[in-house]
């Protein structure tokens, strides 16, 4: 089995910076794009960040210039470091990643369990 873990998240002032990481462990043979998602109550899950494995980036328009996505391979672990922290940066940040299994030709989505930032003076 294949398993996300988040961490890093927490209660920080506005203009303050976190790191956010996702650590994937398992019977993993691949992982193609790895990506973070955020999402707050009443609202659909939107995607912040993705980092393929050719190593392009996507970043929505709301966090260009202030957020990073960056990956370790080796350690099957993507990371989001977050600048210039806003309070409607508030939210349920949520990583994801598509992942061959060994032994199988195809790859499947998986999500990790979420971590809360808050960002509030």
């Known amino acids: 089995q294949v398993q996300l873990v988040e961490s890093g998240g927490g209660l920080v002032q506005p203009g303050g910076s976190l790191r956010l990481s996702c650590a994937a462990s398992g019977n993993i043979f691949s992982i193609n794009a790895m990506d973070w998602y955020r999402q707050t109550p009443g609202k659909q899950r939107e995607l912040v960040a993705r980092s393929s494995s050719g190593g392009n980036t996507y970043y929505a328009d709301s966090v260009k210039g202030r957020f990073t996505i960056s990956r370790d391979n080796a350690k099957n672990t993507v990371y989001l470091q977050m600048n210039s922290l806003k309070p409607e940066d508030t939210a349920v940040y949520y990583c994801?990643?598509?992942?061959?299994?060994?032994?199988?030709?195809?790859?499947?989505?998986?999500w990790g369990q979420g971590t809360q930032v808050t960002v509030s003076s």
């Open positions: 994801n990643a598509q992942i061959q299994i060994r032994f199988r030709s195809d790859y499947a989505l998986h």
